[in-house]
């Protein structure tokens, strides 16, 4: 029947590997496992062939059943039985199914040295996946193929992009970052922008957003999660959290809600120590871990855990709630009822290296229940630790082989099972579709919010002979907020520095004067929102005479908490928030102090007395049109 059983057995084993290396091996198998039957067809005898077919013998009978995606990734996770998932999981040694629990960071920025030492940890550990921090979309998609192509399983790809994959390559979209979408009513909007990452995320090859922050931020003081967070309310939080999460899953991305337990009243950033929270489960089940539980109720693929010391629910000294078991096992997975895949924070951060070393760390990371480790200071000593511990009996080899299938099944969920590499046609254009523009336009223009219009002072209704100055506070040269500005009115624009001495103040000041109208924009270090403005005494006792005056309209462009840097700004004639001078922020702000688009913003967070939660000036049509 077959004169060359060797030539049937390399062209099988080539043509279903062709696709991805891994499949190679399993290709192999299937060939060993098939060539004694074909030797039998050989001999030519109609009573064994009769036999077998009597017997509709099939070797791997969930292969006749094609793989059908289910609606959920929890789904997937809980039903685990699959012939992709088994197969992979019989060619991996013990060693490379700890490795399939470690996600390993890789930057496109960095040069042919830093990159050959991923491609190391990717040949010689098998590790689970990657998270790619800055760089260029081209660079990446290039550098995920390379990794894929060497992968004896196919990667899982990973992003913290809170704020879509702009936060960190160039060339692409940057949505904006939550504190400005808590101040949006319109929650289908923060779906939008979700579906729209989604879409960006599939497009490049990855699969895992380390998105929604689902922290409720109510302290000011916060020096980490602060304007990452939608607010301080915890409905608007959940409401908006959900909405983010069901665009991103809905389209096919994994979504994973950080900081569990909840990592918004601290004063202490857990990238460079370990923050401790005093607060016991009545607390933490009135608000931190309401969000929480409702993302799980509705089917959040996965939880990030943070690097937090939580006395009250775990006693032991120094211990980061990442390496809990009671926080992990016992709160998350035990009460909380999490089904999905749980990981850790960055093992790199202080929160956890400052008190458990390397290796130790990861060891102990496991055996609390966390599934997946992220950003890892050493993959062969977090290897090795795990089996020590296995050796121990800490853990289980049983268990690490459970928590491995479910990042196989992970990736079948994500379509990996059926990898294909990442087309690098078109790319720059497919990542910066017409629709991520007019998504960000429309929230940008939500957003904004109206703290103070003493006597109505907006919108501006310019005569003819009224003189008109703009003023960037902060900024390098004329801005977008400027520009938009000169298309509706005839302007002089100023710019001065943050760090402007009393000789540029003075001389900006004596010119300002002679306008009467100034237009001010109130800018940080940054497109991306601050915690310090950064501002020189001299720069500040500027924007103070400014607010003094009655011909100033203040815009402020950045955190809404700056506005505790700027002591009498609750005097303002007029005051503006636009949250992040991101470019559709400074667009529409130009265009909401002449009427042009409704204001219909609220402060999701309270500053300080004089400006708390919910508040906001608001018509919800054209200012032109109102009273």
């Known amino acids: 029947m077959y004169e060359n059983l060797d030539g049937w057995r390399l062209q099988y084993t080539m043509a279903i590997s062709l696709t991805h290396p891994f499949r190679t091996t399993i290709a192999r198998q299937l060939a060993a496992l098939l060539l004694p039957l074909l030797l039998l067809a050989c001999e030519g005898a109609d009573t064994q062939r009769q036999a077998y077919a009597d017997r509709q013998i099939s070797f791997f009978p969930a292969e006749r059943v094609p793989y059908e995606r289910p609606s959920s990734l929890i789904t997937a996770l809980q039903d685990s039985a699959s012939f992709w998932v088994d197969s992979v999981f019989q060619t991996?040694?013990?060693?490379?199914?700890?490795?399939?629990?470690?996600?390993?960071?890789?930057?496109?920025?960095?040069?042919?040295?830093?990159?050959?030492?991923i491609m190391h940890l990717i040949k010689k550990y098998q590790v689970g996946g990657i998270i790619f921090f800055q760089g260029g979309p081209l660079?990446?998609?290039?550098?995920?193929?390379?990794?894929?192509?060497?992968?004896?399983?196919?990667?899982?790809?990973?992003?913290?992009?809170?704020?879509?994959?702009?936060?960190?390559?160039?060339?692409?979209?940057?949505?904006?970052?939550?504190?400005?979408?808590g101040a949006v009513a319109d929650n289908g909007l923060i779906y939008a922008m979700g579906a729209e990452v989604a879409k960006e995320f599939e497009r490049l090859g990855m699969h895992i957003n380390f998105a929604p922050v689902a922290d409720i931020n109510n302290n000011p003081r916060n020096p980490i999660i602060g304007y990452r967070a939608f607010g301080e309310d915890r409905l608007d939080v959940t409401a908006k959290s959900l909405a983010y999460m069901r665009g991103m899953q809905e389209n096919g991305i994994i979504a994973v809600a950080k900081h569990f337990p909840g990592h918004g009243d601290t004063d202490v950033d857990?990238?460079?120590?370990?923050?401790?929270?005093?607060?016991?489960?009545a607390r933490l089940d009135s608000l931190e871990l309401y969000p929480f539980r409702e993302l799980i109720r509705h089917g959040i693929g996965g939880v990030m855990v943070a690097h937090m010391h939580i006395p009250k629910l775990d006693p032991t000294q120094n211990l980061p709630s990442t390496l809990s078991k009671p926080v992990v096992t016992g709160l998350l997975k035990g009460d909380l009822g999490f089904k999905g895949l749980v990981f850790t924070d960055a093992m790199v951060m202080k929160g956890v290296t400052k008190y458990f070393a390397p290796g130790r760390a990861e060891a102990r990371a496991l055996v609390a229940g966390n599934d997946v480790l992220e950003r890892l200071n050493s993959v062969p000593k977090a290897i090795n630790a795990v089996?020590?511990?296995?050796?121990?009996?800490?853990?289980?080899?049983?268990?690490?082989?459970?928590?491995?299938?479910?990042?196989?099944?992970?990736?079948?969920?994500?379509?990996?099972?059926q990898y294909n590499p990442i087309d690098l046609n078109n790319l720059y254009q497919d990542l910066n579709p017409a629709i991520a523009d007019s998504t960000n336009k429309a929230i940008a223009e939500a957003a904004l919010t109206l703290l103070r219009n003493k006597k109505n002072v907006l919108p501006l209704r310019p005569h003819r002979r009224t003189s008109i100055a703009t003023i960037a506070v902060g900024a390098k040269r004329p801005t977008a907020f400027q520009r938009e500005i000169s298309k509706h009115v005839q302007t002089t624009d100023f710019v001065i520095s943050r760090k402007a001495n009393k000789k540029e103040v003075r001389k900006l000041w004596q010119k300002l004067r002679e306008y009467d109208v100034v237009l001010v924009g109130l800018y940080g270090p940054g497109i991306r929102p601050s915690n310090n403005l950064g501002y020189s005494k001299e720069t500040t006792q500027l924007v103070q005479q400014l607010i003094r005056s009655k011909q100033s309209v203040i815009t402020l462009f950045d955190n809404a908490y700056m506005l505790n840097q700027l002591p009498g700004i609750e005097d303002s004639r007029a005051l503006l928030l636009a949250y992040q001078s991101h470019l559709h922020a400074q667009r529409a702000a130009a265009k909401l102090l002449f009427g042009h688009i409704p204001v219909r913003g609220k402060l999701p967070v309270s500053v300080n007395k004089h400006f708390t939660y919910g508040d906001g000036i608001s018509k919800d049509k054209p200012l032109l049109a109102g009273p």
């Open 92 to 117: 991996l040694s013990p060693d490379e199914r700890i490795a399939q629990l470690i996600i390993i960071e890789a930057f496109s920025d960095k040069g042919p040295r830093y990159e050959a030492d």
């Open 139 to 181: 660079r990446q998609a290039r550098l995920t193929n390379q990794y894929q192509a060497a992968a004896k399983v196919p990667l899982l790809i990973a992003m913290d992009a809170e704020t879509g994959i702009g936060m960190r390559l160039d060339s692409t979209v940057q949505y904006p970052f939550q504190q400005m979408l």
């Open 270 to 281: 857990s990238h460079y120590d370990l923050p401790v929270i005093p607060f016991g489960r």
């Open 387 to 417: 089996k020590m511990a296995i050796a121990r009996g800490e853990l289980s080899q049983e268990e690490i082989d459970r928590r491995c299938k479910r990042v196989l099944a992970a990736k079948q969920w994500v379509g990996l099972d």
